[in-house]
């Protein structure tokens, strides 16, 4: 039998070879390694003589608008749905496996011929075609390098460019918190290394993702951290934010970047939550964990997943406090399992 990943390099050398049309697609809200790694791997098929596009449910993240090849993106509310994602002959999901989590473009992804999906996170969910699944892998950017690494070989051209460079960069740094996370390895500085040959910006890379501010987010940090919870002897700590509160501070998702981080980093906490109510009324909850909570194994019985210290997962009618209560009170039954 052909493993998975050569079979998805057939089909994608194949795509090439016919100057097909591939639709790329990240999941919704698309951090650094997802959207970095959707416009890597576009720019290097466009390189090779296919026609490679990224679809995206919502406009780009602020924090990721230096991220280059923007041009190559398109919002799904501003797509003609009735031209280009017909004439697919593949569709790639990217840093996700379930076409749940493509939002609005999951039908778009599924009416192809020909469905593929990259991800470093296990996952319970099916993809609906052929999957790449490399969990030892820090970032989904370290497979997009692989598939265009065995590219570069099979067509004898060189598919990298200073643009892709950059966006592979972007989601590798991203992914690995600036190289310190604990799921980056030898292999990580080795592509990391090829990479800085093409000469992308890092200084850039990492001010953006790691170190830019706004007054908005200032202030939302400075009422979640005064208003932050700490239970389980310290081990556990939480906060939470609701619709009242984005709306008067005028926040936005991306205004809540690094705030669980920052509450798993105070000394002697193993777990933390932060709990965001969305437009819709559900729930969202990112996992912060050390090496004595899987966040990933913790999420999965709620529908969620990650990583073992990084995870999400969303929960459904249910109010915020509910859903406050409930993985509190579960999260503490690990905690003293």
């Known amino acids: ?76 509310a501003d797509l003609d749905t009735k031209t280009w994602p017909q004439d697919q002959a593949l569709a790639i999901a990217v840093d996700c496996t379930e076409p749940e989590r493509l939002g609005c473009r999951q039908e778009l992804y599924r009416d192809a011929p020909i469905q593929a999906a990259l991800d470093h996170h296990v996952s319970s969910g099916e993809s609906g075609g052929l999957r790449w699944i490399d969990p030892q892998a820090s970032a989904t950017g370290e497979i997009i390098f692989d598939l265009v690494t065995e590219l570069e070989g099979q067509l004898g051209q060189s598919l990298l460019t200073q643009d892709g460079a950059m966006a592979l ?101 193993e777990v933390a939550f932060l709990f965001r109510e969305l437009a819709d009324g559900a729930i969202r909850i990112n996992i912060r964990s050390n090496d004595h909570f899987h966040a990933s194994d913790f999420a999965r019985p709620f529908g969620g997943g990650g990583h073992a210290k990084a995870a999400g997962m969303t929960i459904r009618h249910k109010t915020l406090d509910e859903v406050v209560d409930l993985v509190v009170e579960k999260a503490g039954q690990w905690l003293n399992g």
């Open 1 to 76: 039998m052909i493993p998975t990943r050569d079979r998805i390099a057939e089909v994608v050398l194949t795509a090439v070879r016919n100057k097909d049309r591939v639709g790329i697609y990240p999941h919704v809200g698309a951090d650094g390694d997802a959207l970095g790694s959707a416009i890597g791997l576009a720019l290097a098929l466009n390189q090779a003589g296919a026609s490679a596009r990224v679809f995206v449910d919502e406009k780009v993240n602020p924090r990721l608008l230096f991220v280059p090849a923007l041009d190559l993106v398109t919002v799904y």
């Open 169 to 269: 960069m972007t989601a590798i740094v991203s992914d690995t918190g600036g190289f310190v996370y604990s799921n980056t390895t030898a292999r990580t500085f080795a592509i990391a290394a090829h990479l800085m040959a093409y000469d992308p910006d890092l200084r850039q890379i990492t001010y953006r993702l790691f170190h830019e501010s706004t007054k908005t987010q200032l202030r939302l940090q400075g009422e979640l951290y005064s208003q932050a919870q700490f239970l389980q002897e310290d081990r556990l700590a939480y906060a939470r934010v609701d619709q009242a509160l984005m709306q008067r501070l005028v926040a936005t998702d991306t205004d809540l970047d690094g705030i669980v981080s920052e509450l798993r980093s105070i000394s002697g906490v």
